[in-house]
């Protein structure tokens, strides 16, 4: 197994998508869909990428970037978004 990849996205369609193709690439693939849930997943070991959703539900995913730097310095993010 590869390294563990976190998605955060509010959108179940675009979860189910990244990680089909991310586990036929043998990735370990988590995926929560809120804010709330991305905190409850800070406590834990550091994923090797987080895909961050923009906007979400509870908040923007832009702003809790301080946050996850705090917890996870070395782990790369990369922002999606729907939004033009």
């Known amino acids: 197994m590869k390294d563990r ?9 675009v979860r189910a998508i990244l990680c089909m193709v991310l ?3 043998g990735y370990q693939v988590e ?4 804010l709330s849930d991305l905190k409850g997943e800070l406590g834990g ?3 090797e990428v987080l895909l961050l959703d923009w906007k979400l539900p509870d908040g923007d995913g832009l702003e809790i970037l301080p946050v996850v ?3 996870w310095p070395e782990t790369p ?4 978004t729907g939004f033009g």
Do not use: Y
């Open 5 to 13: 990849v976190l998605i955060v996205d509010d959108s179940a369609d």
């Open 31 to 34: 995926a929560v869909e809120t």
């Open 77 to 80: 993010v990369i922002i999606l």
């Open 45 to 47: 070991e550091a994923p």
């Open 69 to 71: 730097r705090a917890h």
């Open 23 to 25: 586990q036929k690439a």
